[in-house]
């Protein structure tokens, strides 16, 4: 079993940048693929990025493709975020989320754990 923290949301101006970070314990942390999700009011939890357990491979979602970067660093239990130019649309709660899956996983169904989320707020 693994427990998800993410951290590093807020409040930002359009074009500007977050860094996500969503530490996990455990140490079989690098036997899971790794995801982020996010959801805004009302809405249904959505697909954002994931990377495979060697973090030689990435995917993501058509709207954030070339401004997010999804990375981990094994060695610490932590997964990463990295949010630029971001828009107002991207306002949702964010979250990790782990899968015992092999990469790539993009639907919610198909993660064992997740975390509490993190809100990102963007203003424009």
């Known amino acids: 079993q693994v427990q998800l923290v993410e951290s590093g949301g807020g409040l930002v101006q359009a074009g500007g940048s977050l860094r996500l970070s969503c530490a996990a314990s455990g140490r079989t942390f690098s036997s899971y693929a790794m995801g982020w999700f996010r959801q805004a009011p009302g809405k249904e939890r959505n697909f954002v990025a994931t990377i495979n357990r060697g973090a030689g491979s990435t995917f993501y979602a058509d709207s954030v493709k070339g401004r997010f970067t999804i990375s981990r660093d094994n060695a610490k239990n932590i997964v990463y975020l990295q949010m630029n130019n971001l828009k107002p649309e991207d306002t949702a709660v964010y979250y990790c989320?782990?899968?015992?899956?092999?990469?790539?996983?993009?639907?919610?169904?198909?993660?064992?754990?997740w975390g509490q989320g993190t809100q990102v707020t963007v203003s424009s």
């Open positions: 989320a782990a899968a015992t899956r092999p990469f790539p996983v993009i639907t919610v169904r198909n993660y064992n754990y």
